[in-house]
């Protein structure tokens, strides 16, 4: 059975007990929860902590665990997305040490994936990436399985905006670059988070890759997306990507959502599926961003029933 939850940073002043009471009340499996360190965020999304690592004692892991149980929610995952390729060296090293931070926690309350980047320096190709990822990621992905965590990648390009031009801010673009990272890493414990939602406006199919890579599908985003076309037929490919498209709650875009699940279940995924709210639309208020997650969990009900 398919698991229906939501991402925890749409909700950046609520509290973790304030999230899951939500997620109880209106029926959510699951929740996945940000884990970013404290500190000013640096874009939008960022920097949501529900979860401090870094406080992290005996007393805050057995109230956690106990409130999951209490309220009928579990954890599907902790997410920290930062750029652990960044150029700068002191950024990236600080990345990575909350990675680490993260996928303790991950194993002190037993959650089975910490999401998160490749990351990527946006001024060098893929294959230079490559090399970077080949010296930094091996040990960070030994470092989770020895402890019995999965990665999961999250496959959004982080190009948006000026500062990530030209080539972004997250490796893992492509089913082409999948294929490279898992030759580099073939560890089963690193595997993808999956959105859908990336593929379509880089012009891709977001369902064939589920059949290829469906033995390192970890986690699950829903998020939809609308392209544009006649601002894309203005502008090109090669504009900025917000010129021509803008996330959307699900059922509001272009993602093939009946193929997307028919896929998921043909490859015998049975695990979350956390809806990811980044709807200009829906941000004027905390009520509209609520309502956003409940219009997406109604759509979605007919894909993924209740338990």
């Known amino acids: 059975m398919l698991k229906l939850g939501f991402v925890s940073a749409i909700l950046p002043e609520n509290s973790f007990e304030e999230v899951i009471d939500f997620a109880s009340k209106e029926q959510f499996s699951c929740v996945e929860i940000m884990c970013w360190p404290k500190g000013k ?109 999965k990665i999961g ?14 080539g972004g801010k997250n490796l893992a673009i492509s089913p082409a670059v999948w294929e490279k990272m898992f030759d580099l890493i073939p560890d089963p414990n690193f595997g993808l988070n999956y959105d859908p939602s990336h593929l379509v406006w880089m012009q891709m199919d977001p369902v064939l890759p589920l059949y290829e890579f469906k033995d390192r599908l970890h986690h699950i985003h829903l998020k939809d997306v609308k392209v544009y076309q006649e601002k894309l037929n203005r502008v090109g490919i090669l504009a900025n990507p917000l010129e021509y498209h803008s996330p959307k709650i699900p059922g509001l875009g272009d993602v093939p959502w009946g193929r997307f699940f028919a896929a998921l279940t043909d490859v015998g995924y049975r695990g979350p599926c956390c809806i990811e709210v980044e709807d200009k639309a829906f941000e004027k208020s905390e009520e509209d961003v609520r309502i956003a997650i409940l219009t997406s969990r109604n759509y979605l009900r007919q894909f993924i029933p209740f338990d």
């Open 153 to 166: 990648i999250e496959n959004c390009p982080m190009f948006f905006t000026n500062d990530e031009w030209p």
């Open 41 to 149: 965020a640096e874009r939008r999304y960022a920097g949501v902590s529900h979860i401090d690592v870094g406080s992290l004692d005996d007393d805050a892991v057995r109230h956690i665990r106990n409130y999951q149980r209490e309220k009928g929610v579990f954890v599907s995952g902790l997410g920290y997305y930062p750029n652990p390729m960044e150029p700068d060296d002191k950024k990236a090293q600080a990345a990575i040490t909350h990675i680490k931070a993260v996928i303790d926690a991950a194993e002190k309350l037993a959650i089975p994936v910490v999401n998160t980047f490749i990351g990527r320096n946006p001024s060098l190709n893929i294959d230079d990436n490559l090399k970077i990822f080949a010296e930094r990621f091996p040990e960070i992905v030994a470092y989770a399985s020895k402890r019995g965590v």
